[in-house]
């Protein structure tokens, strides 16, 4: 089944799509969420109330855990849906140039 890049094309604006949600939804979702994990993690390797360098750096590298996490499931998730939706309006594509010849003329 050979492809004609609409596939690939949808792919790519969907993986656009989903850069733009993540620029303005999972930046912040994202450091949110993962820096909780994180402070909750150095909770459990200090202690409550112990003021701990080791809590500081867990909370900063659950918010960059959390930040990349949430940048390979929007981008990703946009590039999938994009090549499923490629592969859905292929038919319609294929039956639209049905009968074009190089030139652009219906034989």
Not at 17 to 31: D, E, M, Q, T
Not at 36 to 62: E, S
Not at 83 to 90: E, H, P, S
Request: charged share 10%.
């Amino acid at each position: 089944m050979k492809g004609n890049g609409l596939e690939r094309t949808m792919g790519y604006i969907g993986s656009g799509a989903g850069l733009a949600l993540f620029a303005g939804y999972g930046v912040l979702h994202g450091a949110l969420i993962g820096g909780t994990a994180g402070l909750k993690a150095g909770v459990f390797f200090c202690g409550t109330g112990v003021t701990c360098l080791l809590t500081r750096i867990t909370a900063g590298l659950g918010m960059v855990a959390g930040v990349g996490m949430a940048a390979v499931i929007f981008i990703l998730g946009g590039y999938a849906a994009g090549r499923i939706l490629g592969q859905v309006m292929r038919p319609a594509a294929d039956r639209a140039n049905y009968g074009l010849v190089a030139g652009g003329r219906r034989g």
